[in-house]
């Protein structure tokens, strides 16, 4: 994938501003609001069972984030999702603590299964619950043994390939090093900021990005690369933008401002995406 | 509606600190909490029927908003409308996303139609859906056709005032041009930035600002008014503080910031209000 | 208590990184999860009564806060607490707003009869009503009448001496002057800035920290005071960085970022604790 797709990827975004209907957790759902807001898109929040079929008949794509569940919104989400089905609009699933609670587990689950999922995005352990069935989530954090490192990067990468084969869909697993992958390609992305995990919301953000790119953007492995790039970048230039006497929430303001200044010439310059086999 | 009437509004809200119970959207909610606080007004957020009640009891208005709406919170805006209503204190509706769905476009009529709302707030889009009962809004954005500008701006003054006698209520259209209306006069605010677009809760924390106006003043219609110009001046007092590196959630953090620094005499002289027959 | 045990009880919490459940509100939760990822803590949020068993279970301790209840958080904090108290892991209970309903009222008093509840966290006024039963709280703000002031500060001492004989729990007021008291020991916290009640959730974000504080020093009395006492310190850092245009969001971005900042060191430094009988 070279850098001009990326390019073109975030510009399609800026000029097309998607309309993505989002049922997402309550902690980070603001933050994923401005970001989408900063990158030219148009969020829509929508839970409830009789409200989301109207929504995301309206809307262009649609984000499922497990967060923080409850039984009216697992029912949305079903509802969402056969409508976004329906109309052939792409879904993003983000599976926050799969593995960590039986709940978030079986309700990611449901929804790979039950749907033509067309990216999924998480941490490497909320991505191996899901393939194996295996709770070894910490919580929302991802579990010392599972970072993708540069001696396991070839194994991940094959990891996250038979992971997209099995699923159909195209997997970004996001950490120090992210990966983005279907059933044949494998990309790594060296982009972001360490500063992503000191803040709530950082994947949150990213997976709702991931939307946005999905809906104006046909191809969805560019789409989750161009994603990821993006959030990366602006990760990088928010975390050069740091003073001595600013801490995480500062660092939150500056990721977002950069991810509304960003143009797609910077990201092409600044993406650091190699080809993982 | 003379400057110095806004002047005072404003100073109203600062020397009494009205105690305002929000039944507001997850998406925002903290957003409004912090600009009540800005205004030194005092929030109360509370949506479970069984506790609303005991609530709006305590406090002196109501503001409802629509934005994420699930079955009980529903209930729970019917039971603190009814409420609000036997103790008489103001009630303030924003429809967001008003004629995107069914679901959103009934609640708002409904509560409309079953209690004495003082002032309605939204974008001209949803204020249609309402009065028309048609669908035709843009998830929670205006549709570019509904826009308030130069050319039809008596036109829809007097929309604004057709609803104002339709419903009994005040209402507050905001967008580029904003239009503020009763049955009989009807007023256009011209302050505000175009970044108030670009950050979500903007029309949100407007709404909750009426609120907190509402109870201060018991003219209405100055109250929706003084809360469209504080509002709209603190945008271009935001807007003037933006940097080179800043992005949407700066303009967010300087937004609520110049709330909290707004004094009377600064909004008297920046104020654009005019007369709009 | 001196000042070492203090800045330890900090540096127990960096060097831990408790996970922390919080069944907390959504109008403060952003800023919840990012003052715990501020001091090294890992939050997470669960309410859904048939996930926050498995969630408490990976968690070292759980934080209940009141501030906008629903019929299914509540029987979802009675599940968690009841996990917590099967594990022995500290609860810090949140009484937001008892006093302002009954509904408020009566889950707190539930919650503080049933369970264990290590640490109680909140104003005088919600204290008051938990132990009197009476309702005297205006909204989530504490009643003028009930401030703790150098006049009353040996009978609030007394006060909160006496409810944590009653409860079993230590107790933590907080306010202009802070009180931290167990059965027979009560100490006098004078940091802090009054800007932190211009924001929303200064009293959430310290409600988590004492839970994460909590998880890491088994003292509970030590808990509440190393999290009273580094809040307070990063209240103080935060208002002397406020610059001529900053207001209340800015202020929540500094007390963050002061929390993230924060050392032991400094801690010791500028804790202003004294023993009062």
């Keep these: 994938m070279d850098t001009t797709s990326i390019k073109t990827s975030l510009e399609r975004v800026r000029t097309t501003h998607p309309l993505v209907h989002n049922i997402t957790n309550y902690v980070t759902v603001n933050d994923c609001a401005n970001a989408l807001l900063a990158i030219d898109a148009s969020p829509i ?17 649609l984000v ?20 976004a089905t329906e109309l052939g609009h792409p879904i993003v699933l983000d599976p926050v603590g799969a593995g960590a609670s039986a709940l978030r587990t079986q309700t990611a689950a449901d929804l790979l299964d039950a749907y033509p999922i067309a990216i999924v995005r998480g941490n490497i352990s909320e991505i191996k619950a899901l393939a194996n069935g295996a709770a070894s989530t910490r919580g929302v954090d991802v579990c010392p043994d599972d970072i993708v490192t540069d001696e396991n990067l070839e194994a991940s990468a094959a ?37 992503q995990g000191r803040i709530t919301g950082a994947g949150c953000m990213l997976s709702c990005i991931t939307g946005a790119f999905a809906v104006a953007n046909d191809d969805a492995l560019l789409a989750a690369l161009g994603a990821v790039c993006t959030t990366g970048v602006a990760g990088n230039l928010a975390e050069e933008r740091m003073g001595e006497l600013d801490g995480n929430l500062s660092f939150r303001t500056y990721l977002i401002d950069a991810l509304y200044k960003l143009d797609g010439e910077t990201l092409a310059n600044r993406a650091l995406v190699e080809d993982v086999q």
Tied chains: 1, 2, 3.
């Design 45 to 61: 929040m929508s839970d409830e069972p009789l409200d989301v079929g109207d929504i995301q008949t309206i809307c262009g794509g």
């Design 64 to 83: 499922i984030n497990i967060g923080t569940l409850n039984q009216s919104t697992i029912a949305g989400m079903h509802e969402a999702a056969k409508v």
């Design 159 to 195: 990891f996250a390939r038979d992971f997209a084969a099995r699923t159909g869909s195209v997997v970004a697993i996001t950490g120090p090093i992210d990966i983005v992958a279907d059933s044949t390609r494998s990309f790594a992305v060296r982009n972001g900021s360490k500063l």
